[in-house]
């Protein structure tokens, strides 16, 4: 900042002036970009990021990371192709995560390849999958399991000048776990890395269907809309995700962070769906279960998430009337999957349990 004030000020220096500014902006961009990452760190660690899940097509978000990686690409005279599919998808989660993570990946692939290309493929199936290939140093078998892992980094002999914390890929690592997708990598050391990300088909939104010019959607989300859901569940963060998910999609949801409140909400009201956590601060869950049961109010859908799996606890709470119980950790995309399940006659032998 001081040569950037000096050049200003010395009519000889002037055209120093956007060259330093450069510097300047780059070295501040760098350490804001590292306490960023080390505060995201933290924050995915202590639970305290919300899923903020809309619908978007893929395509754009890919375009757009891959537009963001070509000017270093290009720096190094590397090119990237895109493979995409020529029905578009739209995918059902959280953006701004998605992107960071296909962001981190594509700048390592240009980071760390010196010759060749980087390669973006997205293939269509049940789920989707997006591989980020590349043609460079590649990593080494023994390193495979730590490069996620907090401010690893391999030595490069050949590029020492690579910037970056390390802390990429384990941020990556927890915005996949967060998402409910998953991240593999194959690498051969000299010859190139591909990571692919899978995107399972919860997430995926059904295409829209063109039909004589007209567009019709068929998505899952159209059941959703309108649904009354009581969600019983004491953690905050859980809740939001939760509640933003459904009520992005139309549902008319009431939450409860308790027992009391989730018996007080069913005296009130009636609703198509439950979701209860077992675990609650006041109370065992099953105590709003036998609620129902008394009570005689009849709900479309129970819904019961525990963190307990045994047997013996499922069959009680099966017992008590709960259409589907899913073990923790959940993620949103096994909600939405549990809550559109038709409940089903053959599934009521107790054996319904999905983990
Ligand atoms: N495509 C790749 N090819 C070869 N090595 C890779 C590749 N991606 C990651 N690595 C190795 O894994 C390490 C960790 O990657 P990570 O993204 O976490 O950190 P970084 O890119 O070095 O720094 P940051 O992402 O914080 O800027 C890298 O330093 C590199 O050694
Ligand atoms: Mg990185």
Known sequence: AELVERATSDPQQAHRVPELARSLWANARSLVDLVSDVLDLTRLDSGQTDLHVTE???????????????????????????????????????RTKLKRVIANLLSNAVKFTERGSVQVECVVRDDVRISIADTGIGIPGEALNKIFDEFFQLRNPERNREKGAGLGLAICRRLVASLGCT???????????????????????????????????????????????????????????VEELLSGEGAKVTAAADGRSALASLDKAEFDVLLLDLNLPDMDGTGVLHRLSESGQLIGRKIVISGDARPERVSQVKALGADEILAKPVSLARIRTAILKETDASDQNGFGTTT
């Open 56 to 94: 978007f097509p893929l395509h754009e978000l890919i375009d757009a990371e891959v537009f963001q990686a070509e000017a270093a690409a290009d720096g190094k005279g590397l090119t990237i192709a895109k493979v995409l599919p020529a029905t578009p998808v739209k995918l059902l989660t959280d």
């Open 183 to 241: 991240l593999s990598l194959e690498s051969v050391v000299g010859t190139g890395t591909t990571f692919t990300l899978i995107i399972p088909k919860e997430l995926v939104a059904r295409p829209a269907i063109v039909d004589g010019g007209m567009s019709a959607e068929i998505d899952s989300g159209d059941r959703i809309k309108g649904l009354r859901v009581l969600l019983v569940e004491d953690n905050e963060v859980a809740r939001r995700a």
